[in-house]
């Protein structure tokens, strides 16, 4: 560096309105304008820049500062907007899987209650279809007894006039005697006697 006309300048920790930036902005417009009519612009002589020019080159500045600003702030607009809109996506996702989850599981729970209405129902319909058979049973039981009993009493009275006839029929030619003896005046008629029998 030495012999060349650039001169090193650090930061001085100066805490100046431009900052490290005003500090390079100054070295650059040292360069440009230089001493003694030697630098870049210095014309016919004249070393000392202009007002004006001064002014650009601080207008120059604030722009860049500004610009460098707004895109700082947009940046972290955005990240603001990204971050914001994935805590969104990620709370209505949590939302939405702990309301599937209770639908879910309250499916389950109405297939468990509708399986024991149908077991319940199944079972009550064996029940009463085993009632229904056990009622059909004992009525043809007891109707069967009822049979039984018309068909003996039937037989028995059958079995009476059947016996009542052969008896008729075996002493249909035998003559009868009375087994009372009450006759008027004594007129017995199977005694040989015509005044009472003895014996």
């Known amino acids: ?22 500090i390079w902005l100054f070295a650059i417009l040292a360069l440009l304008w230089g001493g003694n009519g030697g630098g870049l612009f210095g014309g016919n002589g004249n070393a000392n ?17 500004q610009t460098r ?27 939405l899987s702990d309301k599937y989850n209770e639908i879910t599981r309250d499916i389950a729970g109405v297939q468990v209650t509708q399986a024991n209405l149908l077991a319940n129902q199944n079972e009550c319909c064996c029940a009463t279809q085993r009632a229904i058979d056990s009622v059909k049973y004992d009525n043809l039981v007891n109707t069967q007894k009822i049979l039984d009993v018309l068909s003996a009493n039937k037989i028995e009275a059958l079995q009476a006039k059947v016996n009542a006839l052969e008896l008729a029929q075996a002493t249909q030619n035998v003559v009868r005697y009375p087994s009372a003896m009450t006759y008027a005046y004594n007129a017995n008629p199977f005694c040989g006697c015509g005044c009472g029998c003895n014996g």
């Open 69 to 95: 600003d707004i895109l700082t702030a947009v940046n972290s607009g955005t990240a603001q907007a990204v971050a914001a809109t994935n805590q969104t996506f990620h709370d209505t996702l949590a939302v």
């Open 1 to 22: 560096m030495e012999g060349n006309g650039i001169m090193p300048v650090m930061n001085m920790g100066g805490n100046d309105t431009f900052g490290n930036s005003g």
């Open 49 to 65: 820049a202009i007002q004006a020019d001064v002014n650009r080159g601080f207008d120059n500045q604030n722009l860049q500062a």
